[in-house]
């Protein structure tokens, strides 16, 4: 079964976000600033993207997708899933103060909150991508949930 529209596009979107994310930080490290600054931006974007799309599918979808795949596969997944959740609740926030630095050029603080900002948000939308991967491509958690069985 093909998964669903919006789980794609927030899969897609956080994928995004990861890539711009990757490409700012070697931007960064060769010099290239304006260069940075508008990746860092995008991956702002794509963030906020992921979320409107996200918070939309779930206000207008009543199915609840719950973990479908092999028993040993349950605490594992329910781990990556609580630390992306959590880190997810404190990403906007990191990257917000973390833009706004840059943007004011107080370099100083920027590359500080940035050394924590960059891996927690990398984290966020790789993770964003393997939960996709585990509940609609490794699993058929996506499919019982679209016929029923999510509740």
């Given at each position: 079964m093909t998964p669903p529209f919006h789980p794609t596009l927030n899969a897609a979107l956080n994928a995004l976000s990861a890539a711009?994310?990757?490409?700012?930080?070697t931007l960064i490290?060769?010099?290239?600033?304006?260069?940075?600054?508008?990746?860092?931006?995008?991956?702002?974007?794509a963030s906020v993207a992921f979320l409107v799309s996200y918070l939309a599918y779930h206000a207008t979808?009543?199915?609840?997708?719950?973990?479908?795949g092999p028993e040993w596969g349950r605490t594992p997944y329910l781990a990556l899933l609580l630390s992306h959740t959590v880190l997810a609740a404190?990403?906007?926030?990191?990257?917000?103060?973390?833009?706004?630095?840059?943007w004011k050029d107080r370099r100083r603080r920027?590359?500080?909150?940035a050394r924590i900002t960059l891996p927690l948000w990398l984290y966020v939308s790789a993770t964003g991508v393997l939960?996709?991967?585990?509940?609609?491509?490794?699993?058929?958690?996506?499919?019982?949930?679209?016929?029923?069985?999510?509740r």
């Open positions: 711009l994310l990757l490409a700012g930080f490290r060769r010099g290239r600033e304006r260069a940075h600054a508008r990746c860092m931006q995008g991956a702002f974007l979808n009543e199915a609840l997708v719950r973990y479908a404190l990403v906007p926030i990191l990257a917000l103060r973390t833009l706004w630095l840059g920027h590359r500080r909150l939960v996709y991967l585990v509940l609609y491509v490794f699993t058929d958690s996506g499919a019982r949930a679209l016929a029923g069985g999510g």
